[in-house]
């Protein structure tokens, strides 16, 4: 009997390349979104009384948690509505999946480290969130690990790929060339880091969480990191076009100076696949399609 899969935020970026590869491969999946075209499934995780509906309809094995306020500037211009639903949202899913007794697999973030004090950072480090959106997701942790005993937590570095959210970074900087703007100008000084971690590995490591009695948390990234600077000269690159990246020197208020995940407890089975230049290949090619 096929695994019955609950994904909140099945709209959204991760969350549509995942329904798409859980239901080719069989699984039943429900998605529910704000955002979704079908009316049935634009449920709020805020409504717990809603929410506990579709719960008892679908009665999950599995519930994936990815819907949030995922923007850290939003997050800090609307804090309460971030608070709202990253922090109550995951209450009710968290609450409701323990009555099912379903394993959940939450999405959380790298912005939990902070500014970490180890670089590479293992899941190891202690929280010390510097935005409202990182403090959101610690205390989003905390939630699930208390309501849930099969549970799995995924520490999600920068995800890229075809579909990426516009706001960024590397397809803003894809979409600016194309609009043929030169010089291309990006918020930062050019030395912040990232670990980019390209989408289809991303759903690998939510795939092999659902079919693993695993528990625990596990950072999700590529294991290296790259300054903006060099990401945006090698998308040009690879573009073919000759325009200057000039840097606004103002990083957006409370963003990181790096991050770079240690993968070496990554979640058994896992690695990632596909480097950052043939991830980047792929996202401009997609983008150049569409």
């Known amino acids: 009997m096929s695994k019955r899969i609950l ?39 805020r409504d717990l009384n809603k929410l506990s509906h579709k719960f008892e309809e679908i009665k999950p094995d599995v519930v994936i948690h990815l819907a949030a306020v995922a923007s850290i500037p939003i997050c800090e211009e609307d804090p309460s509505t971030c608070f709202d639903t990253n922090v109550k949202g995951t209450f009710n899913v968290a609450y ?30 202690p929280y010390f969130p510097v935005n409202v959106y990182g403090l959101t997701k610690a205390l989003g ?77 596990f950072n999700l990234g590529s294991g290296k990191t790259y300054k903006i600077k060099d990401t945006a000269n090698m998308i040009k690159n690879i573009m073919g076009k000759n325009v200057d990246i000039v840097f606004e020197g103002k990083p957006r208020p409370r963003d990181l100076s790096i991050n770079w995940a240690d993968i070496s407890d990554a979640i058994p089975g896992w690695k990632p696949h596909v480097d950052l230049m043939e991830g980047l290949k792929e996202t401009i090619a997609w983008y150049l399609g569409n």
Not at 177 to 193: D, K, Q, S, Y
């Open 7 to 45: 994904i909140t935020g099945g709209s959204g970026f991760i969350g549509h390349h995942l329904v798409r590869s859980l239901r080719s491969e069989g699984y039943d999946v429900y998605n529910i979104d704000l955002a979704s075209e079908d009316p049935l499934e634009r449920i709020d995780i």
């Open 96 to 125: 409701l999946a323990s009555k099912y007794d379903a394993k959940i697999i939450f999405a959380s973030s790298s912005a939990v480290y902070g500014k970490p004090k180890v670089l590479p950072t293992p899941v190891s480090h």
């Open 141 to 217: 942790e905390q939630i699930i690990m208390y309501y849930s005993k099969s549970y799995v937590i995924f520490r999600i570095f920068n995800v890229y790929g075809p579909e990426c959210n516009r706001s960024y970074v590397i397809p803003d900087i894809i979409r600016k060339i194309l609009w043929g703007e030169n010089p291309v100008r990006l918020l930062g000084t050019g030395e912040e880091a990232r670990d980019f971690i390209y989408i289809t590995d991303v759903i690998e490591a939510f795939k092999i969480a659902i079919r693993q009695d695993t528990v625990g948390i």
